[in-house]
């Protein structure tokens, strides 16, 4: 058993012969951990009862008769940001340091009902702010793949989790292609659902019109059972939907079995700043559905290329009012200074990092009165533009593709100084959580770069609901 | 062009310190960051007056303000997390 290579749906097959126990994974996991979390930092913390939660797993599926879950035993790292009752969870934030959930989020509830069990937390980019886990407060993770390079953000201690064998498959969230970026940095499978169709009780909030949860996982099909396992409507969060209903139009409309699948490159959307090691991976990929029977056809999205503007207004905007709960008066960090209005500032000028402090000001900026229509609402009507141009296309093309990201891992440091080469970077994947569209990134293959081999991902959009079809077209990319 | 000083003002008002040395890096960057999202003033808004055509899943959600749990539950998990308390209150400075 090669822990590293291990996937959920080969794992529960192991525990249903009863050739592994979940305690053997566990045990497993927790040995990559101890030789490699040292250097690669993907877990803030490993829980001490990781191990007693595998033996209940074992002593569950011993009684019960061969009902059992896929997920049951199974163990999953959780990003620092989505609560777990009785456990910490900080947000990889300093004003946050000793904060103990208390309750559990709704994806976690429904995980513990499934019977996976926990390994640890990890880390991220401090309240999912970055692409490139060097935003955390507790250190950067490193690349399992190159361990100079990054392994992309926010939830790059999840992606790292997962690719360095210490957990079969993670939580991430995912609101400007944090699931997406780092899954595809580190050679993973990673979904962001369609708006709505995982519910968000529990998760911190960050950017709300756009935050979704997502799985990281090392096979499309475990990506699908963790999806199917969390999904669904919860009366705790009201922005979420019936997944399912949805979902059943759907599987009726494109019967995947017998049809050919009809995806859409925007290639004016890709003429500038890519590496060309993600260009040739791209037209191979494509070549290699075309010989499977995949139709191609070439689409325009007028507006695509003002996602990322809109998304840096929109994003910075809803942080600069989601953040204002950190007060140092009801939980977490506190800080004393002169008067009460002192210590709000103290407290929140110590405990938030640099990246945070930068976005909170900037959406006060573009909230302000005198430029909140310049800013704030031009956004968001071409928001409805961007969403336009989408449903349009989706009347052609069943789904769309392009690179997860311009370019393979970058560099630890490489973008850190400079905030706007780093916002660049999530160029293919903001579209998606502006028009709330579902979002599949799998791998593709790899590139070599000095000695090292760095993985590289593809990205599969497609209309509200549509999941099922982009993991269709994710297994035949990634089989 | 942001000035420091608008850095301060910005900062103040969203309850954030900042320190003298950091104002310069802040304002470079904000320049950058809005030049960059400026780019969208060129953009000519051909569905301002359809944007129900999108948004036909743009619903309010109401929930029966009924079954509250029973009283003092959550109490003392939540105020264990308070950073100073008293008793069953979070202490907080004098403002008045």
Known sequence: ?479 | MISPDDIKKIATLARLYVEEKELEKLSSDLESILGYVSELESLEIKHQNKSSENSENLINIMREDSEPHESGKYTESILKQAPRRKENYVVVKKIL
């Not at chain 1, 097959?13 to 030789?35: P, R, T, W």
């Not at chain 1, 399912?244 to 049809?259: C, E, H």
Request: charge should be negative; include cysteine.
């Open chain 1, 1 to 479: 058993m090669d822990i590293k290579k291990l996937t959920i749906t080969e794992a529960a097959s192991l525990l249903s012969k009863g050739e592994v126990s979940s305690q053997d994974l566990v045990k497993a996991c927790i040995s990559e951990i101890e030789k490699k979390n040292k250097d690669i930092n993907a877990y803030l913390e490993v829980f001490d009862d990781a191990l007693a939660q595998a033996k209940m797993a074992d002593e569950t599926r011993k009684k019960g008769n061969n009902s059992a879950s896929t997920l049951l035993g199974i163990p999953l790292a959780i990003k620092d940001n989505i609560l777990i009752e009785g456990r910490k969870a900080s947000a990889a934030s300093k004003i946050l340091e000793n904060y103990v959930a208390t309750y559990d989020a709704t994806v976690i509830k429904k995980l513990k009902n499934s019977g996976a069990l926990f390994i640890g937390r990890t880390n991220m980019d401090e309240f999912a702010m970055g692409g490139s886990t060097e935003n955390s407060a507790y250190g950067i993770t490193k690349n399992p793949y190159d361990e100079t390079r990054v392994p992309g953000g926010s939830s790059g201690g999840s992606a790292a989790a997962v690719a360095m064998g210490g957990a079969l498959g993670a939580l991430g969230t995912d609101t400007g292609g944090s699931v997406r970026q780092p899954a595809s940095f580190c050679g993973l499978v990673g979904l962001k659902p369609t708006y709505g169709a995982i519910s968000r009780h529990g998760i911190m909030a960050m950017g709300s019109s756009l935050d979704q949860v997502g799985p990281m996982t090392k096979s499309v099909s475990d990506c699908e059972i963790i999806y199917d396992f969390i999904k669904g409507r919860d009366p705790l969060d009201s922005t979420s939907i019936e997944a399912d209903t949805g979902s059943t139009k759907v599987s009726d409309l494109f019967d995947t079995s017998n049809k050919k699948h009809t995806i859409g490159i925007p290639w004016h959307f890709m003429e500038k700043g890519l590496d060309e090691s993600v260009v040739n991976n791209f037209k191979e990929i494509i070549k290699k559905l075309e010989s499977e029977g995949v139709v191609f056809k070439e689409i325009t999205l007028p507006s695509i290329k003002y996602s990322l503007p809109t998304y840096y207004i929109l994003m910075p905007a809803e942080v600069s009012s989601n953040l204002n709960r950190y007060d140092g008066v009801r939980y977490g960090f506190h800080k004393d200074g002169l008067s009460g209005i002192d210590d709000y500032l103290e407290t929140r000028g110590e405990g938030f990092g640099a990246e945070v402090r930068r976005r909170i000001i900037l959406g006060t900026y573009v909230l302000s009165a005198g430029y909140y229509d310049a800013y704030y609402n031009k956004a968001i009507a071409v928001r409805e533009e961007i969403k336009s141009d989408f449903k349009q296309a989706f009347s052609e093309v069943d789904a769309i593709m392009t690179p997860t990201s311009p370019t393979p891992a970058f560099k630890i440091g490489e973008k850190s100084n400079d905030p706007l080469t780093m916002y660049l970077s999530d160029i293919f994947t903001t579209p998606a959580n502006v028009a709330g569209i579902p979002a599949l990134s799998v791998p593709s293959g790899f590139t070599e770069v000095n000695g090292s081999k760095l993985p590289l991902g593809i990205q599969v959009m497609g209309k509200n609901h549509s999941e099922k079809i982009l993991f269709e077209i994710g297994k035949k990319i990634f089989p």
